[in-house]
């Protein structure tokens, strides 16, 4: 099966002053669940009952993750996966505060082999645009879209400094069941047009988060009548179900948080 994958020049923002320094970022075909995927293959002709399909690949999962955390390296055929660990051990202890498990996912075999019949479709320049072009944890330096809970997270885009007096101007975070918290201003180190560093709640639960930057910023000394935003999935210890990094709209592509 052949596949495409869209993308958008945008500025590089690690090269400040070579404007003519562009990147590619990813137009989103959208983010899938279990649930989405399991119904693809429902559509396939196998012969299968729904629920035979559903628990096949849910026991799988259940095997995959104990011998990853058993300490073996897996090898898929799509992927390879091996758990590792994050943080200084101080005194020969393990501190859950400092340390954690993480499992590092690289492609395998299969995979490497469908990315080299991937053909990439260039949309253009996407101009005036506000968008997250990527994120590092201060605890672990990890750009995959892991954080953790009371450090500073990083956050390299265009257009994303935080600034109006609209209500929904600012940073949220939204977890799995629609629960959305609003950081305090203070809780905001750095803001930049293109890069923000904020503190992450010292009592944030493991789990998936749409973190979501909201601002009526738009690079000139006039604010935006309306506000705009961009989102980034991270996740946060090990209570992830996405894998994190993700960008939603394609790249934070701009929505009006007010409908």
Sequence with gaps: MKHTLKGWLVDNTVTVDNKEDKILMLESAGSLTLADILSEMKKEDTGLREETIE???KLYHRVLSDLILSGYSVNTGLFRAVPQFRGVVDGGQWDSRKNCIYVSFTQDKEL???IAQTSVNILGEKRDAMYIIGGEDAATRATDGMATAGRNYTLNGRLIKVAGDNEAVG???TNA???VTKLPDD???VNNPSQLIILLPSDLADGDYT???TTQYSGTNTLLKNPRSTSRT????QGGTTGGGG???GGGQDVDPLG
């Design 247 to 249: 960008t939603t709209g």
């Design 177 to 179: 069941a629609g629960k």
């Design 211 to 213: 973190l979501t930057v």
């Design 234 to 237: 991270i996740t946060v210890g």
């Design 171 to 173: 940073i949220t975070l």
């Design 112 to 114: 490497r082999e469908a």
């Design 55 to 57: 628990h096949a690949v």
């Design 187 to 189: 809780m905001l180190v």
